[in-house]
């Protein structure tokens, strides 16, 4: 019982950890490479899951929701740091945090308009529905199984791009000094929009995996957008192994926290205390590693620039 | 004598300098007699929101515009203070004056611990730290089922001695004299060795330090009464809105605080009440205006003020008061040039 309990909350802790990730491997690099403080990338997650919601109920088929939604979000990604972000590189972090701020409340109140405040369920494909069993006696839902899956390759994707590809040796020299990658002849212009586009890319994926598991609703992307700032500080700025791993700690600590502190709890203190403090504690709990983090390392765990 | 001579030619420069936060002060003490006489007291209730949120983003001015901290916490301290009049409540202290220094102290050591941590960090990573213990405050609150957990509770509004909250009239002047008490202090502290300190480590910390004096150690002592004067704005909000909720802490609402200040003008000390005014009017006329060009989205006019957010960072440089020295700039120019 408690095994099978353990592993299926582990589990669930894995594939709120990638999803997390495939968020905060964008911004970590938004964050790191243009030094934007960009809040409205939730605003990206809830394109996805929205674009994904919408197509798979209008053609009834799943999967081409999901392939429509990749470009729309990219579009999104690209159009936005045209119009906006590429004036944004050169102010303070307040006013980017303003002007982000104000895209939040515009984006969440535009599909408040086109979609209605209510959120939108969708459905399963079949191939993807019921459960399977990990261990004998441990049913686990394949869906929940499929996100893990697609989120680490989209994880060992970016792996690989960042760390063997021409782009990606950009995108890293940039992390680390951006100046000096524009005075050797990149053009950095480009390379920012490029990212900010496949960024934003990666968290419409998150949006639409997470579509069929939550409620895909105005303002769905923000929880999500808060706690990947938290995987970003800890996993470092600019940091996408950092970003990777971070997500997991995170990801981990949240689910099995919840799950299982206020248990651990009352074998420490007394019932009532435990009930009262322990979903509390649990709820802290990812902030409070952050805090101890950054007390102990000020620019979190990898952090990129050298 | 000296000390005191002094206090005096301070305030007095300062009525010289920050003419609008007089005026905007006294503008709010006679607004009561224009809502009596054109009958309309759900003014009054949008003025109180207005001098509340002013308060509390003129607290959060002090750390950001003049001490150049980006926190994006402050919420916490006015929930915080919000609390702290309902958890007193809760277990039967009605007396206002209690509540209230029950929230200066806590928010003080709470300012104390998060200033010590955070400060610790800087540029983005302060940003997010601070925002990390403001969601912190606000889950630790969402989980507390003994004080209503997510939906929060309802309470009676404080007991000043003999200042009856119930009478609307004296609640406002309630929060009034509050902020007169606020503005008068922070324009002192603005003004006194301490706030010159703290305007000269923005500018560059190093060269302070090279003077001698810890950069933290003022930072921290800034960042506690801006925790303090937030808490006050809270304690004072939960008494008014005779309801506490974690609601009051999320981290919108520490968004909105910045923007009150930008909108205003940083750094300065009428501009975060200038800001909280025009923040508020927008809120309650975007709707109204909404409504009546496009009645079946005037519930959406987000759609409208998210843009203006963005247009106001986009050309507004110097909030609105940099708006009003440039034209006070002009005007003058313009009678230089005529000659006497």
């Given at each position: 019982?408690?095994?099978?309990?353990?592993?299926?909350?582990?589990?669930?802790?894995l594939?709120?950890?990638v999803?997390?990730?495939?968020?905060?491997a964008?911004?970590?690099?938004?964050l790191?490479?243009?030094?934007?403080v960009?809040?409205?990338?939730?605003?990206q997650?809830?394109?996805?899951?929205?674009?994904?919601?919408?197509?798979?109920a209008?053609?009834?088929?799943?999967?081409i929701?999901?392939?429509?939604a990749?470009p729309?979000?990219?579009?999104?990604?690209?159009?936005?740091?045209?119009?906006?972000?590429?004036?944004?590189y050169?102010?303070?972090?307040?006013?980017?945090v303003l002007?982000t701020?104000?895209?939040?409340?515009?984006?969440?109140?535009l599909?408040?308009?086109?979609?209605?405040?209510?959120?939108l369920y969708?459905?399963l494909?079949r191939?993807l529905?019921?459960?399977?069993?990990?261990?004998?006696g441990?049913?686990y839902?394949?869906?929940r199984?499929w996100?893990?899956?697609?989120?680490?390759?989209c994880?060992i994707?970016?792996?690989?791009?960042?760390?063997?590809?021409?782009?990606?040796?950009?995108v890293?020299a940039?992390a680390n000094?951006p100046?000096?990658?524009a005075?050797?002849?990149?053009?950095?212009?480009?390379?920012?929009?490029?990212?900010?586009?496949?960024g934003?890319?990666?968290?419409g994926v998150?949006?639409?995996m997470?579509?069929?598991?939550?409620a895909?609703?105005?303002?769905?992307?923000?929880?999500?957008?808060?706690?990947?700032l938290?995987?970003?500080?800890i996993?470092?700025?600019?940091?996408?192994?950092?970003?990777?791993?971070?997500?997991?700690?995170?990801?981990?600590?949240?689910?099995?926290?919840?799950?299982?502190?206020?248990?651990?709890?009352?074998?420490?203190?007394d019932?009532a205390?435990?009930?009262g403090?322990?979903?509390?504690?649990?709820?802290?709990l990812v902030?409070?590693?952050m805090?101890?983090?950054l007390i102990?390392?000020?620019?979190g765990?990898f952090?990129?620039?050298? | 004598?000296?000390?005191i001579?002094?206090?005096?030619?301070?305030?007095y420069?300062?009525?010289?300098?920050?003419r609008?936060?007089?005026l905007?002060?006294?503008?709010?003490?006679?607004?009561?007699?224009i809502?009596?006489f054109?009958?309309?007291p759900?003014w009054?209730d949008v003025?109180?929101?207005?001098m509340?949120?002013?308060?509390?983003?003129?607290g959060?001015?002090?750390v950001?515009?003049?001490?150049g901290?980006?926190?994006?916490?402050?919420?916490?301290?006015?929930?915080?203070?919000?609390?702290?009049?309902?958890?007193?409540?809760f277990?039967?202290?009605?007396?206002?004056?209690?509540?209230?220094g029950?929230?200066?102290?806590?928010c003080g050591?709470?300012?104390?611990?998060?200033g010590?941590l955070?400060?610790?960090?800087?540029?983005?990573?302060?940003?997010?730290?601070?925002?990390a213990?403001?969601?912190?405050?606000?889950f630790?609150f969402?989980s507390?089922?003994a004080?209503g957990?997510?939906d929060?509770?309802?309470?009676?509004?404080?007991?000043f001695?003999f200042?009856?909250?119930y009478?609307?009239?004296?609640?406002?002047?309630?929060?009034?004299?509050?902020?007169?008490?606020?503005?008068?202090?922070?324009?002192?502290?603005?003004?006194s060795r301490?706030?010159?300190?703290?305007?000269?480590i923005k500018?560059?910390?190093?060269r302070?330090?090279a003077?001698g004096?810890?950069?933290?150690?003022?930072?921290?002592?800034?960042?506690?009464?801006?925790?303090?004067?937030?808490g006050i704005?809270?304690?004072?909000?939960?008494s008014?809105?005779?309801?506490?909720?974690?609601?009051?802490?999320?981290?919108?609402?520490?968004?909105?605080l910045?923007?009150?200040?930008?909108?205003g003008?940083?750094?300065?000390?009428?501009?975060?009440?200038?800001?909280?005014?025009?923040?508020?009017?927008?809120e309650e006329?975007?709707?109204l205006?909404?409504?009546?060009?496009?009645?079946a989205?005037?519930?959406?006019?987000?759609i409208?003020f998210?843009?203006?957010?963005?247009?106001?960072?986009?050309f507004?440089?110097?909030?609105?008061i940099?708006?009003?020295?440039?034209?006070?700039?002009?005007?003058?120019?313009?009678s230089?040039?005529r000659?006497?």
């Amino acid at each position: 019982m408690t095994l099978t309990l353990i592993l299926e909350q582990t589990f669930n802790g894995l594939q709120a950890g990638v999803t997390l990730f495939l968020v905060a491997a964008g911004l970590t690099l938004i964050l790191g490479i243009m030094d934007v403080v960009f809040l409205a990338h939730g605003a990206q997650v809830m394109i996805g899951a929205y674009a994904a919601a919408a197509v798979a109920a209008a053609t009834g088929n799943f999967y081409i929701g999901l392939f429509l939604a990749i470009p729309v979000t990219f579009a999104s990604g690209y159009v936005l740091e045209f119009l906006l972000i590429r004036h944004l590189y050169r102010r303070d972090h307040m006013e980017q945090v303003l002007a982000t701020f104000g895209l939040i409340l515009f984006f969440n109140e535009l599909i408040r308009i086109g979609f209605g405040p209510a959120a939108l369920y969708s459905d399963l494909p079949r191939s993807l529905s019921g459960f399977v069993e990990i261990l004998p006696g441990a049913p686990y839902p394949i869906y929940r199984l499929w996100v893990i899956l697609v989120g680490l390759a989209c994880a060992i994707g970016i792996h690989i791009f960042v760390s063997r590809t021409r782009i990606g040796a950009m995108v890293r020299a940039g992390a680390n000094n951006p100046e000096m990658t524009a005075a050797l002849g990149i053009n950095i212009k480009i390379l920012f929009r490029f990212i900010f586009a496949v960024g934003a890319c990666f968290a419409g994926v998150a949006g639409m995996m997470l579509g069929p598991i939550t409620a895909v609703q105005p303002g769905m992307g923000e929880p999500l957008l808060i706690l990947s700032l938290v995987v970003i500080i800890i996993g470092g700025v600019g940091s996408v192994r950092g970003a990777f791993i971070a997500a997991i700690i995170v990801g981990l600590i949240d689910t099995l926290g919840r799950v299982f502190l206020p248990a651990m709890l009352r074998s420490v203190v007394d019932q009532a205390t435990a009930d009262g403090a322990g979903p509390a504690v649990a709820s802290m709990l990812v902030y409070i590693t952050m805090a101890v983090v950054l007390i102990f390392r000020p620019t979190g765990l990898f952090p990129a620039k050298g | 004598m000296s000390g005191i001579r002094n206090l005096i030619g301070l305030v007095y420069e300062g009525v010289k300098d920050n003419r609008l936060l007089w005026l905007l002060i006294i503008g709010f003490a006679l607004f009561p007699i224009i809502t009596h006489f054109a009958d309309l007291p759900f003014w009054n209730d949008v003025a109180m929101r207005i001098m509340l949120l002013g308060m509390a983003a003129m607290g959060l001015n002090l750390v950001l515009g003049y001490g150049g901290m980006v926190s994006f916490g402050h919420a916490a301290f006015i929930g915080i203070g919000a609390y702290c009049a309902g958890i007193s409540q809760f277990y039967g202290i009605t007396n206002g004056w209690v509540h209230l220094g029950f929230s200066i102290i806590t928010c003080g050591f709470a300012g104390l611990v998060i200033g010590y941590l955070a400060l610790r960090t800087s540029g983005i990573y302060f940003i997010m730290i601070t925002l990390a213990f403001a969601q912190m405050l606000f889950f630790l609150f969402v989980s507390l089922e003994a004080f209503g957990g997510d939906d929060g509770m309802s309470i009676d509004r404080a007991e000043f001695g003999f200042i009856d909250l119930y009478d609307p009239l004296r609640l406002y002047f309630l929060i009034w004299i509050a902020l007169v008490v606020v503005g008068m202090g922070l324009m002192f502290i603005v003004r006194s060795r301490f706030g010159v300190t703290l305007r000269a480590i923005k500018s560059n910390a190093s060269r302070v330090e090279a003077m001698g004096l810890s950069p933290l150690r003022f930072k921290i002592v800034g960042y506690v009464i801006s925790a303090v004067v937030c808490g006050i704005a809270g304690t004072l909000f939960a008494s008014w809105q005779e309801y506490v909720s974690p609601d009051i802490m999320h981290w919108t609402r520490s968004g909105e605080l910045m923007i009150i200040i930008i909108l205003g003008g940083l750094g300065t000390l009428a501009g975060p009440l200038l800001g909280a005014i025009v923040f508020l009017l927008l809120e309650e006329c975007l709707p109204l205006l909404l409504g009546a060009a496009a009645p079946a989205y005037a519930e959406n006019w987000m759609i409208l003020f998210g843009p203006f957010l963005i247009m106001v960072v986009m050309f507004g440089r110097g909030g609105l008061i940099g708006l009003l020295s440039q034209l006070q700039v002009r005007r003058n120019a313009r009678s230089d040039h005529r000659g006497p």
